[in-house]
């Protein structure tokens, strides 16, 4: 089951050849006006959009629910057992994955929903029955999928419980793909609010509604979390598909101001500079985008596994050293570098490596993975040298 919320669009431009070359003469636009003064909204139907008093409130049937399956004068450790029980047992709720966004109350009722929606689900009633509970950013390995004209950029979120007595509990409904070695931080409900309508938005941008998408974002920015960057690279996206470059420049430059390393917000930077002419300041950018890039460990493990199946061992071992020293715990790193090694010729270090694998591994089912995988290549690779 993979997990994915707060998509952050990349937008392809396409901007017409003709006008290209002549650069457009600076514009100041206020964040103020990026949110009110530029977008015309319809007056006849304006978009239906969610309060935010009912992304996270209770229903009847879920609190009907929570009678039913989880004992209110148990402790912390007893009633979370239950909760989480209940939720992922088939027989009592069972759950399904899709890529929608829902409150909580929605995601109940239909048993459905992307990892945000299944995490306001569980916020909503761990909170109801007294745990002590917050939300997580999580920082997975960056995860870029394409649709119609746009990049999307995966990010995760998940629940943090505290227990008391220095005990803690993630949960986390990402089973297959979250690791305990990623980079979490609790955040404020305002701002898991702020992811909540930035993937409405975004959810809206690929049906191609414009007016939705925009409402949506200026509740993410105004009413939740002025400083979350991926609704301002969002609204960015509107406004070029409004054909108002100046408004999605000035929308970008807003994202940096609150988050310098928004990859997103630079990299549509770059497309929106070298669109109109502007080569010099989309090479500032571009240049900006390769150097995160390196310095991100994940990146740097793409890198090796594309110059280890090309053969270019050497540099496949300098990306992937690099990896692993940033992030020492990672298995995935460790056994690529061991298989590296062994093909080229370096046994002592292949084993050395698939072992640091098998050591960090998070379960007894990886390690034993490992374990078997090491015998079985490190047998065929004696079988080759005798």
């Known amino acids: 089951m993979r997990i994915r919320i707060s998509l952050a669009v990349l937008l392809i431009l396409e901007l017409g050849c003709s006008s290209a070359v002549r650069l457009q003469e600076e514009v100041q636009i206020s964040p103020e006006e990026l949110l009110t003064g530029a977008y015309s909204l319809p007056t006849d ?26 004992d209110i004068k148990a402790g912390s450790s007893l009633k979370l057992h239950q909760l989480v029980y209940a939720i992922i047992n088939k027989e009592t709720f069972g759950l399904e994955y899709d890529d929608r966004t829902r409150t ?75 690791k305990s070695s990623y980079d979490m931080r609790i955040i404020r409900v305002n701002r898991a609010l702020a992811h909540f309508y930035n993937n409405k938005a975004v959810e809206n941008l690929q049906k191609g509604d414009l007016p939705a998408a925009f409402i949506n974002l200026r509740m993410a920015i105004v009413e939740c979390d002025s400083k979350f960057s991926p609704a301002w690279t969002s609204l960015g996206t509107v406004y070029i598909r ?49 150097s995160h890039r390196k310095q991100n460990p994940y990146y740097r493990f793409h890198l090796g596994r594309e110059a280890f199946f090309s053969h270019d061992f050497d540099t496949a071992i300098r990306h992937l050293r690099y990896a692993v020293r940033k992030r020492p715990n990672e298995d995935q790193f460790a056994f690529l570098l061991g298989l590296v090694y062994l093909q080229k010729g370096e046994e002592a270090a292949a084993r050395r490596w698939m072992a640091r694998a098998e050591e960090v591994a998070a379960s007894d089912v990886l390690k034993r993975n490992y374990s078997t995988k090491m015998d079985i290549l490190l047998s065929a690779s004696d079988s080759l040298h005798h």
């Open 104 to 178: 909580a109350s929605e995601t109940f009722s239909r048993r459905r929903g992307n990892c945000l929606s299944f995490s306001n689900m569980f916020f909503t009633m761990a909170r109801e029955v007294g745990l002590d509970v917050h939300f997580q950013e999580v920082d997975i390995p960056p995860d870029w999928t394409f649709k119609q004209d746009a990049y999307l950029l995966n990010r995760h979120v998940n629940i943090y419980v505290n227990l008391g007595r220095d005990a803690q509990q993630v949960v986390d409904f990402n089973i297959e793909d979250f």
């Open 45 to 70: 139907e304006p978009p239906a959009i969610i309060d935010r008093t009912n992304v996270l409130s209770l229903s009847s049937e879920m609190r009907h629910f929570l009678g039913e399956n989880v």
């Open 242 to 290: 409004k054909k108002l470059p100046n408004h999605a420049e000035a929308a970008y430059l807003q994202a940096l101001k609150v988050d310098r390393l928004d990859l997103v917000a630079m990299s549509n930077l770059v497309a929106l500079y070298a669109g109109r002419g502007d080569l010099e300041k989309a090479d500032i950018y571009r240049n900006k985008v390769i």
